[in-house]
Nanobody, 123 residues
């Protein structure tokens, strides 16, 4: 599967919102658990959110809980991440990823990665 993330690239003020999208092509989209991860400069890549194949299970990382919402549309082969109440510490490159496994939050379980989209939040 090929993944193409979009929606970042600009500058958003703290407290603002941003919606990231990830388009998938290749194998049947519902084959995959889909996740969003982020990596800030000098830090390890961390889990943000994930959604199961048909959306029945959703899991958020601590930094995303209460502010981010992940969703998917299997008919359109897309997964989205709605980010609200953004903080400067949310500044990072955000990656969408696909997993053929069973774990939602384990980064090692993800087999395919998009190229990343930059999110910058100003204070």
């Amino acid at each position: 599967v090929q993944l193409q993330a979009s929606g970042g690239g600009g500058l958003v003020q703290a407290g603002g919102s941003l919606r990231l999208s990830c388009a998938a092509s290749g194998r049947t989209f519902s084959t995959y658990i889909m996740g969003w991860f982020r990596q800030a400069p000098g830090k390890e890549r961390e889990f943000a959110a994930a959604i199961s194949r048909y959306g029945g299970n959703i899991y958020y990382g601590d930094s995303a809980k209460g502010r981010f919402t992940i969703s998917r549309d299997n008919a359109k082969n897309t997964v989205s991440l709605q980010m609200n109440s953004l903080k400067p510490e949310d500044t990072a490159v955000y990656y969408c990823a696909a997993s053929e496994g069973a774990s939602l939050e384990d980064i090692q379980a993800y087999d395919y990665w998009g190229q990343g989209t930059q999110v910058t939040v100003s204070s």
